[in-house]
């Protein structure tokens, strides 16, 4: 087994880890004394995610402490303090309330990085609406299941984006309004707000905000969380990504997805850290300007990111100033050993490599920085998290024996439900076990390792997406009769999306056909989420009951033995 350690050299912390040492905190840990010592209570046990996250620093040196450093796609810059995201948060959400919106009402975020989505985010929660967000590169499909699913009443977002809903508006009779941000109007409805705000005080099992996530069948699923998940998103910010008042943090993840919530807005903002945001698109050289500008101390990114810049090479990096860092992390999919060899070489540190889900909803099994970096491995489970290896029965494994990557029940940033979906949500347990859906392995000294997915959930450029909804997508093309979707191993990505289509009878099947139904997938369902290689096929794999077999395709595709055959249909 690999046991390739990096041992920290002498002089390596510029900063004394504010988790010393691991093995004692973990076995001492305890979730109640850590809600009262770490997070702020109203009165009668009630609380505020958003509050914690902003508002408590305010009475504090915080207060004018700069929270956010943001930076547009044409090197445009803006930056708020604590009291400044304090006062817009409060002026959105009293905005809101004017528009009629209630506790639990679901307000969506569609909107690229730019300040009034944090703005946006914070204000619902304040009022104790619940905030869902969409990533900016879906299209109508996937914004028409995700609104309809959760009957959301609100919609923020921006003239560009708002061309994509009003196609499918007319289908969603509970969106009450649509504001869109970059009218003049709306800032007008702003400034006309008071700066205070009523914070609702809620419950800690409140609904606070909720995310779609793809699994292997059927439609995303909106992962619901509750306000007190952010004392897991405030505990791992604070002993994972290590963050301390003197740095500049920079989160490159997207609030679309989990990592941008949790750590771009609720654990990292409730340390009281000053962030980046950069809402450009991804470029090597860019992505090291930032770094060396803002004097970037912790960076987050992901393995894709690592993968593109050393794909670049080592003199980019050279060129720039980046002393400044201390801390670097990565997340979404497995990250490779060459990977934290090159960050040693570019960086002089290693990657850390933490793992974690949106159905987690925060850092489960992480490398601190207080250890050696086991290579390869996802490290070791948060304080407060038990973590194990289990058969289908929720008998624990032992140690090196592959199984299902499961974690106790009960840890505050568990998903609360599975909106309107109780029966899938009691499925994720067995016995006290959440079971994640990944497969993995446990070492003698505790580490856990990644296999894979139990499923066929797709990561590419470490985006999660449900090889059903690609198939959906492509059998509205008029061409196409149905059709498989699997993830095919890719050096950059991880993985890329390849679909295996079966045409219409008298349907040619050429080149011109395959690049017109991938930008078919681009436009309907979303920009990340489209087939990058198509293959036609005469027909595809099947259970006798109907289910596609895509455990099949993958293996053909990758000339694996097929396995099991018994309950094909002939193939
Ligand atoms: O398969 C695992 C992979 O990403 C999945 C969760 O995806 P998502 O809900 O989009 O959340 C991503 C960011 C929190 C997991 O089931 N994954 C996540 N982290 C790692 C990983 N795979 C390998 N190594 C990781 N560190």
């Known amino acids: 087994m690999n046991e390739d350690f990096f041992h920290k050299p002498k002089g390596y912390f ?13 076995k001492n840990f305890s979730w109640e004394k850590a809600k009262e010592d770490e997070l702020t209570w109203f009165e009668d046990g009630k609380i505020n995610a958003a509050y914690n996250a902003i508002d408590r620093h305010l009475t504090t040196f915080r207060k004018n402490k700069i929270a956010l450093y943001w930076e547009g796609d044409n090197n445009e810059t803006e930056k708020y303090t604590f009291e400044e995201v304090s006062y817009l948060s409060n002026q959105y959400g009293n905005y809101f309330k004017s528009l009629g919106v209630d506790r639990s009402d679901r307000v969506f975020i ?7 989505l944090y703005f946006s985010f914070l204000g619902i929660l304040k009022i104790g609406a619940i905030a869902g967000t969409l990533f900016s590169a879906f299209q109508e499909q996937a914004l028409f299941d995700r609104l309809e699913n959760s009957s959301a009443k609100v919609l923020i977002t921006n003239t560009e984006l708002s061309q994509r809903v009003e196609k499918i508006r007319h289908k969603l009779p509970h969106l009450k309004h649509i504001i869109i941000v970059d009218e003049p109007e709306f800032s007008q409805n702003i400034t006309k707000q008071s700066k205070d705000i009523h914070i609702a005080r809620m419950d800690p099992d409140d609904y606070a905000f909720m995310l779609y996530t793809s699994g292997t069948t059927g439609k995303p699923k909106g992962v619901v969380h509750r306000h007190l998940a952010i004392l897991s998103e405030h505990m791992t910010a604070k002993y994972v990504l290590d963050l301390h008042d003197e740095d500049t943090y920079w989160c490159t993840a997207d609030p679309g997805w989990v990592t941008g919530i949790a750590y771009e807005i609720l654990g990292s903002w409730s340390n009281g850290v000053t962030s980046l945001v950069f809402s450009g698109r991804f470029a090597a050289e860019k992505w090291y300007q930032l770094l060396q500008k803002y004097k970037i101390s912790v960076w987050y990114t992901a393995p894709t990111a690592v993968r593109m810049l050393m794909a670049q090479g080592e003199t980019l990096v050279k060129k720039h100033d980046l002393s400044s860092l201390r801390h670097l992390l990565s997340v979404g999919e497995p990250l490779n050993p060459e990977a934290i060899r090159w960050g040693l070489k570019a960086f002089g540190l290693p990657f850390h490599d933490t793992w974690w889900q949106t159905e987690t909803g925060a850092i489960s099994i992480a490398n601190y ?7 390869g491995s ?32 009960g840890w505050p940033s568990m998903m609360k439900t599975i909106w309107h979906r109780h029966v899938k949500y009691d499925s994720y347990f067995v016995k006290e076990w959440y079971i994640s859906g990944d497969r993995a392995w446990k070492d003698k000294d505790g580490y856990f390792w990644f296999v894979g997915r139990a499923d066929d959930v797709i990561k590419t450029s470490g985006e999660r997406v449900g090889p059903f909804e690609v198939e959906s997508a492509l ?10 979707v699997i993830g095919k191993p890719d050096q950059l990505r991880g993985e890329i999306i390849k679909a295996f289509v079966v045409l219409k009878s008298g349907v040619k099947p050429t080149d011109e056909l395959k690049e017109e139904l991938s930008l078919f997938v681009k ?35 990758l000339g694996l033995p097929i396995g099991d055959t018994s309950t094909l249909e002939e193939f």
């Open 523 to 557: 436009k309907h369902l979303a920009g990340h989420a489209y087939p990058r290689e198509i293959e036609f096929i005469d027909k595809l794999p099947k259970t006798r009951s109907g289910k596609i077999m895509r455990r099949i395709l993958k293996a053909k595709e």
């Open 378 to 409: 996802m490290g070791k489970p948060t304080p407060g998290v038990e973590a194990a290896i289990i058969d289908e029965e929720g008998n624990e494994l032992p140690v090196g024996k592959e199984g299902n990557l499961a974690l106790r029940k």
């Open 110 to 116: 569609f909107l690229p990085r730019i300040p009034p």
């Open 475 to 484: 059998v509205e093309h008029p061409s196409v009769v149905e059709a498989g």
């Open 369 to 375: 920085p207080c250890m050696d970096v086991k290579i």
């Open 14 to 26: 510029k900063q004394t880890p504010n988790l010393p040492d691991y093995e004692t905190t973990y």
